[in-house]
């Protein structure tokens, strides 16, 4: 969705390093998720952020929702191979009417 | 978390014929549900939404009389694909909630349609 702008496009980082997606709309978010997918098959659910300001955190994953609403990043710590796959950002732009995502980060862990 | 069952997983059909994709919520009554096509190496572009027992919303350039959904009860929705043509060959993946909005949706394992 072009509401939803995610970066980067890829990215390729070595075992044990950190790194970190974002992702940015215009509008107000009235929900913002993150999933993952392997290609070819449905989407896990990571998390889930509401409110401006709001971060949560699982194992080495964190997701963090701007005061503004409009802005989200995720942040894996000490990347491990398992981190492997394509993350997306959905949000909601309109209170329950529609679910749209972000054009989705590849990424690759070389050990 | 929840299940959300799809079925089939994979499909081929000849060309001209319909094919019709089913989306379980197993565990939950799923007041919405959205159908989305992802292309190799792309996003999920969203399709529809549907509330149960109402029509659902179609996005703009989805042909509504070509690609049918129903939601006729809390834990089924379907995806019927009318005439198919090999450009509509690709992955279609349902998602549901149990609300109306604003809490995590859950997905499908995806089919892959090949029109031959």
Redesign the interface.
């Known amino acids: 969705s072009q509401e939803l702008e995610q970066s980067p496009q890829s990215l390729i980082v070595q075992e044990g390093k950190n790194l970190t997606i974002n992702c940015t709309s215009s509008k107000t978010l009235y929900g913002l998720y993150w999933y993952k997918q392997k290609y070819g098959e449905g989407l896990i659910f990571l998390m889930m952020l509401q409110k401006g300001g709001e971060e949560k955190s699982h194992e080495k994953i964190t997701a963090k929702l701007d005061e503004k609403k409009q802005q989200s990043s995720l942040h894996i710590t000490a990347s491990q191979p398992s981190h492997a796959g394509i993350y997306l950002c959905g949000a909601d732009l309109e209170y329950g009417n529609k679910l749209v995502f972000g054009a989705g980060t590849i990424l690759r862990v070389k050990s | 978390?929840a299940v959300?069952s799809?079925h089939p997983s994979w499909v081929i059909c000849k060309s001209g014929t319909s094919v019709k994709i089913e989306c379980r919520s197993l565990d939950f009554q799923a007041t919405?549900m959205?159908w989305?096509r992802q292309f190799p190496?792309?996003?999920?572009?969203?399709m529809a939404?549907s509330n149960e027992g109402s029509k659902a919303?179609y996005?703009q350039g989805v042909e509504k009389d070509k690609f049918l959904i129903n939601h006729a009860s809390l834990t089924l929705s379907t995806l019927t694909v009318t005439s198919a043509h090999p450009e509509d060959s690709s992955?279609y993946?349902c998602?549901a909630?149990w609300?109306?909005?604003?809490?995590?949706?859950?997905?499908?394992?995806?089919t892959?349609l090949t029109v031959v």
């Open positions: 978390g959300v799809q919405t959205f989305y190496k792309q996003s999920l572009m969203l939404t919303t996005e992955f993946i998602s909630r609300t109306g909005g604003n809490t995590e949706a859950f997905f499908g394992q995806g892959r």
